[in-house]
C-alpha cells in the first residue's frame, strides 16, 4: 500500500474508532458474557457459581415455557400478518388520486400512532378493553357480538396484545408501501392497459412484484422487534391470565430481576436470538425465490 | 364510456371515505383518552362513549403535578432522550463518513458485521449490560441510560445510506484545494447532510422519548425515572380509579409527540423511505 492509502486506512479506522468501541463495550461483550452466563448460577448478590449444562436442562424441562413461546409465535405470526396485509391494502387504497388535504390527513392519522410510546398508549387501551365499561365491547355490542373478557379471558389476552400491536404499528408499513407504489415507474402501467390487460392483472403481476423487496424488509423487520414484545403485555395484562399472555421477553425479564436467575435469564435469551437469526437467514435465503430487484 | 367513469369516481369516492373512517377509527383512542382527561372521574366509563370533553376539569391535570413529580419526568426524558440523539449524530455520522467515502481493507466485513448487529434483540444483552452498569455504580442515573445508547448500527446505517446520495464534485474540489479528511467531513460533508443528520436526531429522539424497557431496569426512583416509566408508576400509585389523572398525564406525554410530528412529518417518512426501500 502506498502512503496514501496507508493513511486513508488509518483515518478510516479513526473515525470508526468510537462506534466500534461502543459496539464492543455494550453489545459483542455483552453478547458473549450472556454465553458465559448461562453456564452459571447469578443472583448478582453472591458470586457466580459454575452451573455446568444445569440452566439448559432446565430450560428443556421448564413446564412453563412451551406455553410462553407459542404465546409469543402466536403474537409474532398475526402481528406480522396483519400489519403487512391491512399495510399494504391501505396503502394500495390510497395511492389514487385524491385531493392532497386528504392524503395529507390519511398520512397523518394512520402514522402517528407509531410515534407514540407503546407504554403509554397501553395504559390508554387497558381501559378500552375494559369487559363491562370499555368502549371496544360497547361498539361490538352495538354490532350485536357478544362481551368479550379482552384482558381476563385466555383465550383472548393474547388477541388484545396482538390488535393493540397492529394498530400501534400498522401505519409504518402503510407509508413504506406508499413510498414504494409511488416508485412504480407508471410506463408499466400504461403499457399493460393497451395490452387489455385486467385491473387485478395488472395489480398481480406489476405491482406486486415491485413491491417485494418492501415486503421483504416490512416482513423481517416486523419479526425482529414482534419476537421482542414486552411493553404492552407487561401493562396490559402482566402476562396473565396464568401465563396466557406472558412472552419470552416478559420471562426473561421475570427471570432476571425479579428471581435474579441471572444465568438461566440468559439462557432463554440466547434461545430467543438463536431462533430470531435462523429465522431471519431462512427469510433472506427464501427472499431468492419470491423478491424481485430490478 | 361515461357511465363508467362515473362509476369509477364513485368508487374512488367510497375508498375515500373508507380510509377517512378507518382514521377515525384509529384515532378513537387518542379522542378517548383526551376528553377523558377533562371529567370527573366517576365519568370515565359514561357510556355511550362521548368523544368530545363534556367539561373541562383542570383539577385532573393539577393532580397529575400534584401527585407525581411530573416536571422532573419531563426535563428527565427530555435531557436523556437530547444527550443520546446528540450522541448518536456524531458516533454516527463519523462511521458513516468511513464507510460512505474512505476506501480501507475490512471495510465490506465490517459493514456487514455493523448490519448483523441489526439483528441482536437488545433482550440478549441486556443483563450483561445491566451487571456492567452495577459495577460501574451507574444505576439509577441517567447516564446507565444515556452511554450505552449513543452507538447505534441503525443510525450509521441510515447516514451511510444518506452520504451516498451527496455527489462528490464539492469534495474533490476542496481536495484538491489541500483539505483533509477531517475538515472535509466537517466543512463539506456535514453541511450538506442536513435533511440525513435531521431525519436520524428525529428517529433517535422520539425513540429515546418513549422507551420503557431499560429504564425500567436501570432507574428505581422518582426523581430519575423518565416518562412513559413514571406514568406507569403513576397508574400503580394513584390506582386503577382515578383514570381521568391518568389520561391527563399519558395526553401531556403524548402532545410533544404531537407538535414534533407535524412540524417533521417529512423527515420521518424520507427516513423510513430511505431504510425500507433503498437499503
Not at chain 1, 193 to 200: F, H, M, N, Y
Request: with cysteine; net charge positive; hydrophobic share 55%.
Amino acid at each position: 500500500m502506498g502512503p496514501a492509502r496507508v493513511r486513508e486506512t488509518v483515518v478510516a479506522y479513526a473515525f470508526l474508532l468510537p462506534v466500534c468501541l461502543g459496539f464492543l463495550v455494550f453489545v459483542f461483550g455483552p453478547a458473549l458474557a450472556a454465553v458465559a452466563l448461562s453456564f452459571f448460577d447469578y443472583d448478582i448478590l453472591t458470586p457466580p457459581r459454575f452451573a455446568g449444562w444445569m440452566n439448559y436442562v432446565h430450560f428443556f424441562h421448564d413446564p412453563r415455557l412451551p406455553q410462553i413461546y407459542l404465546n409469543t409465535v402466536v403474537y409474532v405470526i398475526w402481528y406480522v400478518l396483519l400489519t403487512t396485509v391491512i399495510g399494504l391494502a391501505l396503502a394500495v387504497a390510497a395511492n389514487r388520486a385524491m385531493h392532497a388535504v386528504f392524503r395529507y390527513l390519511i398520512r397523518t392519522v394512520y402514522f402517528f400512532p407509531v410515534l407514540t410510546s407503546l407504554a403509554s398508549v397501553s395504559l390508554v387501551w387497558q381501559y378500552l378493553y375494559s369487559t363491562d365499561f370499555g368502549i371496544i365491547n360497547y361498539y361490538l355490542g352495538r354490532l350485536g357480538i357478544q362481551t368479550i373478557p379482552w384482558l381476563t379471558s385466555s383465550r383472548w389476552a393474547i388477541f388484545s396484545i396482538i390488535f393493540l400491536g397492529v394498530w400501534k404499528n400498522l401505519g409504518f408499513n402503510f407509508i413504506l408501501f406508499i413510498a414504494g407504489l409511488q416508485n412504480i415507474p407508471r410506463h408499466l402501467y400504461e403499457a399493460a392497459e393497451i395490452d387489455g390487460a385486467a385491473r387485478w392483472a395488472s395489480f398481480r403481476y406489476i405491482t406486486v412484484p415491485s413491491l417485494t423487496p418492501i415486503l421483504f424488509f416490512t416482513i423481517v423487520w416486523g419479526f425482529i422487534n414482534a419476537f421482542q414484545v414486552f411493553d404492552s403485555p407487561f401493562i396490559l395484562t402482566t402476562g396473565g391470565p396464568g401465563d396466557a399472555s406472558r412472552t419470552v421477553v416478559m420471562y426473561i425479564y421475570e427471570s432476571g430481576f425479579r428471581f435474579f436467575q441471572m444465568g438461566y435469564a440468559s439462557t432463554i435469551a440466547l434461545s430467543l436470538f438463536i431462533i430470531v437469526v435462523v429465522l431471519t437467514l431462512i427469510q433472506f435465503r427464501l427472499s431468492r425465490i419470491w423478491v424481485f430487484y430490478q | 364510456m361515461e357511465s363508467g367513469r362515473s362509476r369509477m369516481r364513485l368508487f374512488d369516492l367510497a375508498l375515500v371515505g373508507g380510509l377517512l373512517l378507518g382514521g377515525i377509527v384509529m384515532m378513537m383512542p387518542f379522542a378517548w383518552m383526551f376528553s377523558t382527561s377533562w371529567r370527573l372521574a366517576k365519568d370515565s366509563f359514561s357510556l355511550p362513549p362521548q368523544w368530545l370533553p363534556t367539561t373541562w376539569r383542570i383539577e385532573n391535570y393539577q393532580e397529575v403535578f400534584a401527585s407525581i413529580p411530573f416536571v422532573a419526568f419531563v426535563f428527565n426524558s427530555l435531557k436523556v432522550a437530547a444527550l443520546i440523539t446528540l450522541g448518536q449524530l456524531v458516533t454516527c455520522s463519523m462511521a458513516a463518513y468511513a464507510f460512505a467515502r474512505l476506501r480501507f481493507p475490512g471495510r465490506d466485513w465490517l459493514f456487514l458485521l455493523f448490519l448483523s448487529q441489526l439483528m441482536v434483540p437488545q433482550q440478549v444483552t441486556i443483563i450483561p449490560v445491566f451487571i456492567l452498569i452495577r459495577m460501574m455504580g451507574l444505576l439509577d442515573t441517567h447516564a446507565a441510560l444515556i452511554i450505552p445508547g449513543i452507538f447505534s448500527a441503525f443510525g450509521t446505517f441510515l447516514l451511510r445510506q444518506f452520504f451516498l446520495t451527496i455527489p462528490t464534485e464539492l469534495e474533490d474540489a476542496a481536495r484538491v484545494d489541500g483539505a483533509g479528511y477531517l475538515r472535509t467531513f466537517v466543512q463539506i460533508i456535514l453541511p450538506l447532510a442536513g435533511p440525513g443528520l435531521s431525519t436520524l436526531a428525529i428517529f433517535t429522539f422520539n425513540f429515546y422519548w418513549n422507551e420503557f424497557f431499560r429504564p425500567l431496569l436501570f432507574i428505581s426512583t422518582w426523581e430519575q425515572m423518565t416518562l412513559p416509566l413514571g406514568l406507569t408508576v403513576m397508574r400503580g400509585y394513584l390506582g386503577v380509579g382515578n383514570v381521568a389523572a391518568i389520561m391527563a398525564g399519558v395526553s401531556m406525554g403524548v402532545l410533544p409527540v404531537l407538535l414534533v410530528f407535524l412540524l417533521a412529518q417529512r423527515y420521518l417518512i424520507e427516513g423510513i423511505t430511505l431504510t425500507g426501500i433503498k437499503g
